[in-house]
């Protein structure tokens, strides 16, 4: 079976760990290159670390972690800690990883993996925010064109925010990462909020997880049950919206998606909606569409597709 190249790009967070415990019981499907880690959720120094004490949960220390950008472009960093905690991995048990961190910069070896290998073969997936991306298309213009595509979790548009009244958390943190990838001219796919908040979990849905046999499936169920105690509260709903495993669902099977080739601008300036996304969902503007943005999913088959691939963990 041919193996899909993919650099992932994180910044953990629960529901990134959810998404990369995903990832990587999906290893017949996904060649992942390495994983790239950027400040978001909370700081680099702790996403570099929660990534690789996923990899270890997973058995996975052969996967090679870096650490990226520490602040947004030119943001100051906001973080949430409020829903992951300070050690952005509230309620998960924590250990000092063995594995190491590279000595490389992970906007380094996202430049120097898409020179490597051959152009048009390897995905990024990004599901924070876009600094490392923004960063490396910046300092390698290049690279553009050997991209075979964007898959990034962030945005918002008919849901509203999530951070401000209209921006979703990774856009806001870093809008003009996001306004620049968009227009990089790259094959980019979007995975808002407007799909994101049809992918709740339930009771039925972490059942599944917590049944399997193994250590990871338990472990995801206990994760999602820490993200859920915020979001429940927030939206008044049964479950949470599982954001970044949305990204891997569509890398594994983009049948179960659904949405539309638009235009989309990032507000990068003003104080009240910095970091929303302005989609032109009616070809309002005549502007050319730059992503594919998803708007609909099959949450129950997405949701069985991650227990499949969780239950091949250790």
Known sequence: MHKLPVIFDTDPGLDDAIALLFLLGARD?????????????VGIEAVSRNARMVCEWAGR???????????????????????????????APMH?????????????????????EPAGTVTLCPVGPLTNIAL???????IAARIKQIVLMGGAYFEGGNVTPSAEFNFYVD???AQQVLHAGIPLVMLPLD???????SASRVAALSSLSNYCGPLAASLLTSFERHDVQKYGQMGAPLHDPCAIAWLLAPGLFSGR?????????????QGHCAVDWWGTTGRSSNALYLTEVDADAMFGRMAQAIAKLP
Do not use: W
Request: with cysteine.
């Open 29 to 41: 499907e996904i060649d992942l290159l390495g994983i790239t880690c950027v400040a978001g959720n």
């Open 61 to 91: 220390s052969d996967i090679k972690v870096y650490a990226g950008a520490e602040r947004p472009l030119i943001r100051h960093l906001v973080t949430a800690e409020r829903v992951h905690g300070k050690t952005g991995m509230e309620g």
């Open 96 to 116: 000092e990883p063995a594995m190491p961190l590279q000595e490389a910069h992970a906007v380094d070896f996202i430049i120097d993996t898409l020179r490597r």
């Open 136 to 142: 490396a298309l910046l300092k390698a213009p290049d």
């Open 175 to 177: 809008p003009h990462s």
């Open 195 to 201: 799909v994101t908040h049809k992918a709740c979990t």
């Open 261 to 273: 080739e638009v235009n989309i601008e990032v507000e990068t300036d003003s104080p009240l909606t």
